[in-house]
């Protein structure tokens, strides 16, 4: 009677939020018309934002279609969280390089090779590093061993209670802070296209963010974020050839232009400027291998397929779209330097660029492309970045009422019902933490906030993930340890480094003087890791070790694991 | 699981091969992939003016590019043989430990 009475409730509760969220998503379209009639004086703007603007209402019109056809097939916590694991491979491959490839891939890199040259390569070779290691070492296990979130596979012989609340708080820092840097990507982008105030655009991509998720769950994200990559692909495959074809097919004269545009001369194409020392190369390398392995949003599509082949499979796809797209993004950072550096069309009388330094992919589209060209890829960028906040807000909403409500607060005893309720309600509460943290970022380069990302999800939840799924001596008290070293000190010394104390504070040298901080948290991690677990003589530690065997057997094997639904 | 499934598994010979084979597979592909990910990053932090070589000598492309995009096709080539060739016989091993533990019950 009284789980009845609950229930009731809960259906009127979520149907209420039903209308809420409608009304939500339209008021965001309303902000973008009612913010774009307020840049009618600028005609110039206007005319160049048509294109773009019919281009991303459409990808827009085409997402609310299929969100609502994937609303009426998400009715379970697995429909929601994992589309009922029924995604095929080659589709989630796409899907997970829709959302692998962001607003710091495609706006932050081409950015950092415009301003660094070969030195912004690092992140490329940190990148193509990473994910074979994800599918070697991760892709099948996690699949045969996790449910939801990687956080399951974690948990999965430790204690969930003592785990899950740590480890939740790690993920929910390194999903907050990618999020910020893609809606302060998404920000610019709408500022220099649309003409629209910083605040309308920030509002109005949350709104939209909010509606796809919390309406379609992971169907409605999986087929946003396929979309989005096939554009992303077909828009970066004609931009590379419009490039080639205007230095007739000849990649030294691109890389010999670049080089005489340049204020860095010959040095463009050197290493050395940005990195310096070997420390820092290490760092970065270091934060980028286990930084993959450690985004939620990411792991979490890897649980969308059937079974860990597909799982591999998936990771596959993924791999070869993204190192496909990564070679494309060289040939366009450097020809973004040869075409547009010092062009006084993309760039104010104080030389700085228009739109600020994150644009260089829009101008050299605008440049090689025209209005049109722009259009698309304006618009593409603007799905890219709904594309990527969707799946970091479905992982974020997972950890919420998954690892935190149901696991922790109900301890396992939640309905499906109160868990779908709460992870809707967890969509809005990051909607509005999203907006008010995007103004509070607004003027960082969103290759740094998504690097602090990184770092955290390279020391807080990698070498856990590492060690639960590979190390038998692992216990709760070592991983409970561990994810609270890795996490404390990453972001302690991410404040005492100098892209806070030197970039935000503005003091003349910073206390830690490296950028990344995993040169020193990825190592003191792992080493608490296995420290605190071979000094654990607890009896629930000899139960944990022995319950390996049955871990082993399963994220081998696979046997036992649910079949998936279909779609 | 119960105690005594798990020695039935553990002990079944499709079960012994899938795991020493998995394992070697694994060893292998990270080790290739983590060789050539840390022989580029070694040269990036120790010897730059290795990186910044051109070949030829007159060329605008650095070493630097040219390693960036060796270590693409190496992520490219290890995945696609993992998942294809290796997966493929894992996977038919995996399925005759199972149709073996059905056949057993």
Same mark, same amino acid.
């Given at each position: 009677?009284?789980?009845?009475?609950? /229930?009731?409730?809960?259906?009127?509760?979520?149907?209420?939020?039903?209308?809420?969220?409608?009304?939500?998503?339209?008021?965001?379209?309303?902000?973008?018309?009612?913010?774009?009639?307020?840049?009618?004086?600028?005609?110039?703007?206007?005319?160049?934002?048509?294109?773009?603007?019919?281009?991303?209402?459409?990808?827009?019109?085409?997402?609310?279609?299929?969100?609502? #056809?994937?609303?009426?097939?998400?009715?379970?916590?697995?429909?929601?969280?994992?589309? %009922?694991?029924?995604?095929?491979? #080659?589709?989630?491959?796409?899907?997970?390089?829709?959302?692998?490839?962001?607003?710091?891939?495609?706006?932050?890199?081409?950015? +950092?090779?415009? !301003?660094?040259?070969?030195?912004?390569?690092?992140?490329?070779?940190?990148?193509?590093?990473?994910?074979?290691?994800?599918?070697?070492?991760?892709?099948?296990?996690?699949?045969?061993?996790?449910?939801?979130?990687?956080?399951?596979?974690?948990?999965?012989?430790?204690?969930?209670?003592?785990?899950?609340?740590?480890?939740?708080?790690?993920?929910?820092?390194?999903?907050?802070?990618?999020?910020?840097?893609?809606?302060?990507?998404?920000?610019?982008?709408?500022?220099?296209?649309?003409?629209?105030?910083?605040?309308?655009?920030?509002?109005?991509?949350?709104?939209?963010?909010?509606?796809?998720?919390?309406?379609?769950?992971?169907?409605?994200?999986?087929?946003?974020?396929?979309?989005?990559?096939?554009?992303?692909? /077909? %828009?970066?495959?004609?931009?590379?050839?419009?490039?080639?074809?205007?230095?007739?097919?000849?990649?030294?004269?691109?890389?010999?232009?670049?080089?005489?545009?340049?204020?860095?001369?010959?040095?463009?194409?050197?290493?050395?400027? #940005?990195?310096?020392?070997?420390?820092?190369?290490?760092?970065?390398?270091? !934060?980028?291998?286990? %930084?993959?392995?450690?985004?939620?949003?990411?792991?979490?599509?890897?649980?969308?397929?059937?079974?860990?082949?597909?799982?591999?499979?998936?990771?596959?796809?993924?791999?070869?779209?993204?190192?496909?797209?990564?070679?494309?993004?060289?040939?366009?950072?450097?020809?973004?330097?040869?075409?547009?550096?010092?062009?006084?069309?993309?760039?104010?009388? +104080?030389?700085?660029?228009?739109?600020?330094?994150?644009?260089?992919?829009?101008?050299?589209?605008?440049?090689?492309?025209?209005?049109?060209?722009?259009?698309?890829?304006?618009?593409?960028?603007?799905? !890219?970045?709904?594309?990527?906040?969707?799946?970091?807000?479905? +992982?974020?909403?997972?950890?919420?009422?998954?690892?935190?409500?149901?696991?922790?607060?109900?301890?396992?005893?939640?309905?499906?019902?109160?868990?779908?309720?709460? +992870?809707?309600?967890?969509?809005?509460?990051?909607?509005?933490?999203?907006?008010?943290?995007?103004?509070?970022?607004?003027?960082?380069?969103?290759?740094?906030?998504?690097?602090?990302?990184?770092?955290?999800?390279?020391?807080?939840?990698?070498?856990?993930?590492?060690?639960?799924?590979?190390?038998?001596?692992?216990? !709760?008290?070592?991983?409970?340890?561990?994810?609270?070293?890795?996490?404390?000190?990453?972001?302690?010394?991410?404040?005492?480094?100098?892209?806070?104390?030197?970039?935000?504070?503005?003091?003349?040298?910073?206390?830690?003087?490296?950028?990344?901080?995993?040169?020193?948290?990825?190592?003191?991690?792992?080493?608490?890791?296995?420290?605190?677990?071979?000094?654990?003589?607890?009896?629930?530690? /000899?139960?944990?070790?022995?319950?390996?065997?049955?871990?082993?057997?399963?994220?081998?094997?696979?046997?036992?694991?649910?079949?998936?639904?279909?779609? | @699981?119960?105690?005594?499934?798990?020695?039935?598994?553990?002990?079944?010979?499709?079960?012994? $091969? *899938?795991?020493?084979?998995?394992?070697?597979?694994?060893?292998? @592909?990270?080790?290739?992939? @983590? *060789?050539?990910? $840390?022989?580029?990053? =070694?040269?990036?932090?120790?010897?730059?003016?290795?990186?910044?070589?051109?070949?030829?000598?007159?060329?605008?492309?650095?070493?630097?590019?040219?390693?960036?995009?060796? @270590?693409?096709?190496?992520?490219?080539? *290890?995945?696609?043989?993992?998942?294809?060739?290796?997966?493929?016989?894992?996977?038919?091993? =995996?399925?005759? *430990?199972?149709?073996?533990?059905?056949?057993?019950?």
């Amino acid at each position: 009677m009284k789980n009845n009475h609950i /229930i009731r409730g809960s259906q009127i509760l979520s149907k209420k939020i039903k209308y809420t969220l409608l009304i939500l998503f339209l008021s965001a379209i309303s902000t973008l018309s009612f913010a774009s009639g307020s840049i009618s004086g600028e005609i110039e703007k206007q005319a160049i934002n048509l294109p773009a603007i019919s281009i991303f209402s459409a990808f827009v019109l085409v997402t609310i279609f299929i969100t609502y #056809w994937a609303a009426r097939r998400t009715k379970s916590s697995s429909d929601f969280y994992t589309a %009922g694991g029924g995604i095929p491979a #080659w589709q989630n491959g796409i899907a997970i390089s829709g959302d692998f490839l962001s607003a710091a891939t495609l706006l932050g890199i081409t950015s +950092s090779i415009y !301003t660094m040259g070969a030195d912004g390569l690092t992140i490329i070779i940190g990148t193509l590093g990473a994910w074979p290691i994800i599918l070697f070492l991760i892709s099948e296990r996690l699949r045969n061993l996790g449910k939801f979130t990687f956080i399951d596979v974690v948990t999965f012989r430790l204690s969930a209670r003592t785990i899950r609340p740590v480890a939740s708080i790690a993920s929910l820092f390194v999903l907050m802070f990618y999020l910020i840097a893609q809606l302060v990507g998404a920000g610019k982008l709408i500022q220099l296209l649309f003409g629209l105030d910083y605040m309308y655009a920030i509002i109005s991509i949350s709104l939209l963010m909010v509606f796809y998720v919390a309406f379609g769950g992971m169907l409605a994200a999986t087929w946003v974020q396929f979309i989005k990559a096939v554009l992303l692909i /077909i %828009g970066g495959t004609l931009i590379c050839f419009l490039l080639l074809s205007h230095f007739d097919f000849d990649i030294e004269k691109i890389f010999s232009e670049a080089s005489k545009a340049s204020p860095l001369k010959d040095q463009l194409v050197n290493t050395g400027g #940005w990195l310096n020392d070997p420390i820092s190369i290490f760092s970065v390398g270091l !934060t980028f291998i286990f %930084g993959f392995i450690g985004l939620p949003h990411i792991l979490m599509r890897l649980f969308t397929v059937k079974d860990a082949a597909s799982s591999r499979k998936s990771a596959f796809y993924a791999i070869t779209i993204i190192g496909y797209f990564q070679l494309l993004i060289v040939l366009i950072g450097f020809g973004a330097v040869a075409l547009i550096m010092g062009n006084s069309d993309y760039h104010d009388a +104080s030389g700085a660029m228009i739109g600020g330094s994150n644009m260089v992919i829009l101008h050299i589209t605008h440049f090689l492309g025209g209005d049109y060209l722009l259009g698309f890829i304006a618009a593409v960028a603007f799905a !890219t970045i709904l594309a990527v906040v969707s799946g970091l807000t479905i +992982s974020a909403a997972a950890t919420i009422a998954h690892d935190l409500y149901a696991g922790v607060l109900k301890k396992g005893k939640s309905t499906e019902k109160s868990e779908l309720l709460v +992870s809707k309600l967890s969509v809005i509460g990051i909607g509005v933490i999203a907006i008010f943290f995007g103004f509070i970022f607004e003027h960082q380069n969103v290759v740094f906030i998504a690097n602090l990302a990184m770092a955290i999800a390279a020391s807080a939840n990698a070498p856990v993930l590492l060690m639960a799924m590979y190390w038998q001596g692992l216990t !709760t008290r070592g991983a409970l340890v561990g994810i609270l070293i890795g996490l404390i000190s990453s972001v302690v010394l991410i404040i005492l480094g100098p892209q806070v104390m030197v970039g935000v504070m503005g003091m003349d040298s910073a206390i830690f003087p490296y950028t990344y901080p995993t040169v020193i948290s990825v190592p003191l991690a792992f080493l608490s890791i296995w420290y605190f677990s071979v000094t654990d003589k607890s009896d629930s530690a /000899i139960k944990e070790r022995a319950a390996y065997q049955e871990q082993f057997i399963l994220s081998e094997t696979g046997i036992g694991i649910s079949d998936a639904a279909s779609h | @699981m119960t105690t005594d499934e798990i020695n039935k598994i553990i002990v079944n010979p499709h079960f012994v $091969l *899938l795991t020493k084979k998995r394992f070697k597979i694994k060893v292998i @592909m990270v080790t290739l992939t @983590m *060789l050539v990910f $840390l022989i580029i990053q =070694s040269l990036w932090a120790f010897y730059p003016e290795i990186v910044n070589l051109r070949v030829p000598d007159n060329s605008s492309i650095s070493l630097a590019i040219w390693l960036t995009v060796v @270590m693409i096709f190496t992520a490219i080539s *290890l995945a696609a043989y993992y998942t294809l060739v290796s997966g493929k016989q894992l996977d038919e091993l =995996s399925e005759k *430990l199972i149709r073996d533990l059905n056949h057993e019950k």
